[in-house]
């Protein structure tokens, strides 16, 4: 009797563990919905009304396991058509549901709905999402953590707690009249009021300290902070007050770990860092503080510095700590890190220099080691003249700023790039003739040509599948040299060189390191630099590369790839989806 009655729970303990690893191999469907709605906020003392999704600020956090697969029902309750886009996901042959407007959809308009359905191939780390349209993203961003596959450790010791840290922007006015009145003024715009931290600006702003992000540890835990840079326009220092920060991960790409007191993180850009609390109570508290890297023209970028507070936990075992115990304590010391000069561009360039792939067995970096396809682009700002019988606020009173790549400023279409390729009607739409390298080169960060006017367009680049592609982004010194992160969609590459000055084709391949880059979907063309890399072109569609400061990307520095498919059923793009939004 007693062995009759075992066999069922042995067959069933079999099955649990079958499905167990089938789960593990395939993953799991997880279904959100996204209501895009408006809600009153109220930051330094003054409310407006802000587009959210689920009327949360900042949104609602995703999470899944490598392997996972992801339907989000996107529905638009609000006057603004929307868009959305899972920043750094890769989308293999799931172009459809990359999320920037007019490159893979039509946008959302009022009313109605979309689903963005993929899976997760190969990734486990920290991304985002956030608005694609306009500058929708000022407030409609959040976390996207993707977790190791089931059983898989973290390759470095686990954390007590994992913790995500957004930064972000806050402007008083509406972004959306900012950039408009910009626009029409061919001028700059204005900058934001305040940087964030988990939508907070904190105590160093008038009218705030309600308003701080604080974060509380136990003596002599680990933590992991996912830092995410989701600000509009500013790169940002950042560093915590008394504490080193060790690297472990940025665009969810693990990293040979290394510590710092301060790092950089680019808009668009990740880092994983573990945190080392000290290991008893210290009797202080201590600011978690950022503020921008910025070469540009003073008055072109918010130049404020936020803090969150990293509190103690006084009774940290106890089981119900006293309510004065565990709140924040202002008779306490309170310390401040000191952060770079706002222009230290050689901390940012010997800080990029540290990042390496782990370029393991299990995590290997799998740079391409020859080149099918080379491509040169220059990128920085430059000037369209001013509209006849107007008067512009550009750099000068008869020009207005622009932005461009290879001469090119990138005008978006009205119609769906994706879409119209699929279709084959891509006429009128866009035209396959991107220039590999400037038409007319010159001293890229040397003395500016007299003129400085760039075309506009709407070109891709058109590479086969399976080619190995190298790209040499050149910074330009036009209108002054600045740092441009830029974001490829649909891929992650390998940053095989960087360096000041004009990239030298001749003797700066040599020094390429194609045994351990950094793997990212993000990078910062250095100010008065270039930065080389390096991919696999095996993902088919249409995928957007820009600037990740918006002020830029608006202003033309943009262009798309377009991948053909390859020859088998697995390297095709899949048809779009039955309720992909119409222009």
Same mark, same amino acid.
């Given at each position: 009797?007693?062995?009759?009655?075992?066999?069922?729970?042995?067959?069933?303990?079999?099955?649990?563990?079958?499905?167990?690893?089938?789960?593990?191999?395939?993953?799991?469907?997880?279904?959100?919905?996204?209501?895009?709605?408006?809600?009153?906020?109220?930051?330094?003392?003054?409310? +407006?009304?802000?587009?959210?999704?689920?009327?949360?600020?900042?949104?609602? +956090?995703?999470?899944?396991?490598?392997?996972?697969?992801?339907?989000?029902?996107?529905?638009?309750?609000?006057?603004?058509?929307?868009?959305?886009?899972?920043?750094?996901?890769?989308?293999?042959?799931?172009?459809?549901?990359?999320?920037?407007?007019? #490159?893979?959809?039509?946008?959302?308009?009022?009313?109605?709905?979309?689903?963005?359905?993929?899976?997760?191939?190969?990734?486990?780390?920290?991304?985002?999402?956030?608005?694609?349209?306009?500058?929708?993203?000022?407030?409609?961003?959040?976390?996207?953590?993707?977790?190791? +596959?089931?059983?898989?450790?973290?390759?470095?010791?686990?954390?007590? +707690?994992?913790?995500?840290?957004?930064?972000?922007?806050?402007?008083?006015?509406?972004?959306?009249?900012?950039?408009?009145?910009?626009?029409?003024?061919?001028?700059?715009?204005?900058?934001?009021?305040?940087?964030?931290?988990?939508?907070?600006?904190?105590?160093? @702003?008038?009218?705030?300290?309600?308003?701080?992000?604080?974060?509380?540890?136990?003596?002599?835990?680990?933590?992991?902070?996912?830092?995410?840079?989701?600000?509009?326009?500013?790169?940002?220092?950042?560093?915590?007050?008394?504490?080193?920060?060790?690297?472990?991960?940025?665009?969810?790409? @693990?990293?040979?770990?290394?510590?710092?007191?301060?790092?950089? #993180?680019?808009?668009?850009?990740?880092?994983?860092?573990?945190?080392?609390?000290?290991?008893?109570?210290?009797?202080?508290?201590?600011?978690?503080?950022?503020?921008?890297?910025?070469?540009?023209?003073?008055?072109?970028?918010?130049?404020?510095?936020?803090?969150?507070?990293?509190?103690?936990?006084?009774?940290?075992?106890?089981?119900?700590?006293?309510?004065?115990?565990?709140?924040?304590?202002?008779?306490?010391?309170?310390?401040?890190?000191?952060?770079?000069?706002?222009?230290?561009?050689?901390?940012?360039?010997?800080?990029?220099?540290?990042?390496?792939?782990?370029?393991?067995?299990?995590?290997?970096?799998?740079?391409?080691?020859?080149?099918?396809?080379?491509?040169?682009?220059?990128?920085?700002?430059?000037?369209?003249?001013?509209?006849?019988?107007?008067?512009?606020?550009?750099?000068?009173?008869?020009?207005?700023?622009?932005?461009?790549?290879?001469?090119?400023?990138?005008?978006?279409?009205?119609?769906?790039?994706?879409?119209?390729?699929?279709?084959?009607?891509?006429?009128?739409? @866009?035209?396959?003739?991107?220039?590999?390298?400037?038409?007319?080169?010159?001293?890229?960060?040397?003395?500016?040509?007299?003129?400085?006017?760039?075309?506009?367009?709407?070109?891709?680049?058109?590479?086969?599948?399976?080619?190995?592609?190298?790209?040499?982004?050149?910074?330009?010194?036009?209108?002054?040299?600045?740092?441009?992160?830029?974001?490829?969609?649909?891929?992650?590459?390998?940053?095989?060189?960087?360096?000041?000055?004009?990239?030298?084709?001749?003797?700066?391949?040599?020094?390429?390191?194609?045994?351990?880059?950094?793997?990212?979907?993000?990078?910062?063309?250095?100010?008065?630099?270039?930065?080389?890399?390096?991919?696999?072109?095996?993902?088919?569609?249409?995928?957007?590369?820009?600037?990740?400061?918006?002020?830029?990307?608006?202003?033309?520095?943009?262009?798309?790839?377009?991948?053909?498919?390859?020859?088998?059923?697995?390297?095709?793009?899949?048809?779009?989806?039955?309720?992909?939004?119409?222009?």
């Amino acid at each position: 009797m007693a062995i009759s009655s075992a066999l069922p729970c042995s067959l069933l303990v079999a099955a649990l563990m079958l499905l167990a690893s089938v789960v593990q191999v395939q993953g799991i469907t997880r279904h959100y919905d996204f209501n895009v709605t408006m809600a009153n906020v109220t930051r330094l003392c003054a409310s +407006k009304s802000i587009i959210t999704v689920n009327g949360q600020f900042p949104g609602p +956090k995703i999470v899944a396991r490598e392997g996972d697969r992801l339907v989000i029902r996107v529905t638009n309750h609000a006057q603004h058509n929307i868009s959305l886009h899972w920043h750094g996901i890769r989308q293999l042959r799931t172009g459809w549901a990359d999320g920037p407007a007019y #490159i893979t959809q039509c946008p959302i308009q009022t009313g109605q709905s979309y689903v963005y359905n993929y899976t997760v191939v190969g990734q486990r780390g920290t991304l985002w999402w956030h608005a694609h349209i306009s500058w929708l993203r000022a407030t409609v961003y959040g976390p996207l953590v993707i977790l190791p +596959k089931l059983g898989v450790p973290y390759p470095f010791p686990a954390p007590y +707690k994992e913790v995500p840290v957004i930064f972000g922007e806050w402007w008083l006015a509406d972004t959306e009249v900012v950039i408009k009145q910009a626009l029409q003024l061919g001028a700059g715009p204005n900058v934001s009021d305040a940087h964030t931290i988990n939508g907070l600006p904190g105590p160093l @702003y008038n009218c705030s300290a309600k308003d701080t992000y604080k974060l509380k540890v136990k003596p002599g835990k680990t933590y992991m902070l996912r830092l995410i840079n989701a600000a509009l326009n500013d790169e940002l220092f950042f560093s915590v007050a008394n504490h080193s920060l060790t690297v472990v991960e940025v665009d969810a790409v @693990y990293v040979k770990p290394f510590t710092v007191d301060t790092l950089l #993180i680019a808009p668009g850009q990740t880092t994983n860092v573990l945190l080392a609390a000290k290991p008893s109570y210290p009797g202080a508290n201590y600011y978690m503080s950022a503020a921008p890297y910025s070469t540009a023209r003073p008055a072109t970028f918010d130049n404020t510095t936020v803090a969150g507070i990293l509190e103690y936990e006084l009774y940290p075992d106890a089981p119900r700590p006293s309510a004065s115990a565990g709140s924040f304590n202002e008779a306490l010391p309170l310390y401040r890190p000191t952060l770079p000069q706002l222009n230290d561009t050689s901390f940012v360039g010997n800080f990029t220099a540290k990042l390496r792939s782990l370029a393991t067995p299990r995590y290997p970096a799998a740079v391409p080691r020859t080149v099918d396809r080379r491509f040169f682009f220059a990128v920085g700002l430059g000037t369209h003249p001013c509209p006849a019988n107007a008067t512009c606020q550009g750099p000068t009173n008869t020009t207005q700023f622009a932005a461009s790549v290879n001469n090119v400023s990138f005008v978006l279409p009205t119609k769906a790039l994706l879409h119209s390729h699929f279709t084959g009607l891509s006429s009128g739409v @866009y035209s396959p003739d991107f220039p590999v390298a400037p038409l007319a080169p010159f001293n890229y960060t040397g003395t500016p040509p007299n003129n400085t006017n760039v075309a506009s367009g709407t070109k891709l680049m058109v590479v086969p599948y399976g080619a190995n592609v190298e790209l040499v982004m050149q910074g330009t010194s036009i209108l002054g040299v600045e740092s441009h992160p830029l974001h490829l969609h649909g891929f992650n590459f390998f940053v095989v060189g960087q360096g000041y000055g004009n990239y030298d084709p001749v003797n700066d391949p040599s020094k390429f390191n194609l045994v351990d880059p950094v793997e990212r979907n993000t990078v910062g063309v250095p100010a008065g630099g270039w930065v080389a890399i390096r991919f696999l072109a095996d993902n088919p569609g249409v995928w957007f590369m820009h600037c990740h400061l918006e002020a830029h990307t608006t202003w033309g520095l943009r262009m798309a790839w377009l991948v053909l498919d390859g020859s088998l059923p697995h390297q095709k793009l899949l048809p779009p989806p039955s309720d992909l939004p119409k222009c």
